[in-house]
């Protein structure tokens, strides 16, 4: 079973460019969640998605982030402008439900310059 | 008080010993426990789920759960080089949303 697939791996960019990651989830998996993790954190979830439906993005800065899930499968996570401080890793994670595990992707490793 | 606790560590152990990795929580109420493993440079890669209070074992690991505590603890047997890496304790809590709630993780080291 192919597991969580996200691209690209690694983007650098300039401050002030915009940028989008993708995911797709686990085959199955209605629960799809993006997560950032800085150095020597902890990840930190910045939306949910209960298929189609962003059910909890309370730590999604919406004046520069933004994310859809259409159709219920893959993702988008989008930032614009990018900041220098928004350098990190990018996960997604996909589960059969909130309570049940998560399974993490490789992640995007975000440089912005 | 942060939500999950870890000690950073690191945490040294010689190959062949028991490594024991420790991890409180702060909200009464929660249901499920997880533990990653995470390479340097890696993504999380989820090798223990537990949900009822008491022991769970899977091969070399075994996941401990004390709800009445909040503490939750890994133990790996006959620890491996490779097992060194950093560990990730994770806990589903209610913030408003249900969500998992990470831990800084522990580093271990595991020296041949």
């Known amino acids: 079973e192919a597991g969580v697939v996200q691209s690209p791996r690694y983007k650098i960019i300039e401050k002030k460019q915009p940028v989008a990651f993708w995911c797709n989830p686990i085959?199955?998996?209605?629960?799809l969640y993006w997560y950032l993790q800085n150095l020597g954190q902890g990840p930190e979830l910045l939306i949910r998605y209960e298929n189609e439906e962003a059910v909890d993005d309370s730590q999604l800065p919406k004046d520069r982030f933004s994310a859809e899930r259409l159709k219920g499968v893959d993702s988008t996570l989008k930032i614009q402008p990018a900041e220098l401080g928004d350098s990190a890793v990018y996960l997604c994670a996909s589960s059969l439900g909130q309570e049940r595990a998560q399974y993490f992707g490789p992640g995007t490793r975000l440089t912005v310059l | 008080q942060k939500e999950v606790e870890q000690n950073s560590g690191p945490l040294s152990v010689p190959e062949g010993a028991i490594a024991s990795l420790n991890c409180t929580y702060s909200?009464?109420?929660?249901?499920?426990f997880f533990w990653y493993r995470q390479y340097s440079g890696k993504s999380p890669e989820l090798i223990m789920s537990?949900?009822?209070?008491g022991d769970k074992e899977d091969g070399r690991f075994t996941a401990q759960l004390n709800k009445a505590s909040q503490y939750v603890s890994l133990l790996i047997r006959d620890s491996q080089p490779s097992d060194s890496a950093t560990y990730l304790c994770?806990?589903?809590?209610?913030?408003?949303?249900?969500?998992?709630?990470f831990g800084t993780g522990t580093r271990l080291l595991v020296s041949p």
């Open positions: 909200d009464r109420v929660s249901q499920s």
């Open positions: 994770a806990v589903n809590m209610n913030t408003g949303f249900q969500k998992l709630v």
């Open positions: 537990i949900y009822s209070n």
């Open positions: 085959s199955g998996h209605n629960t």
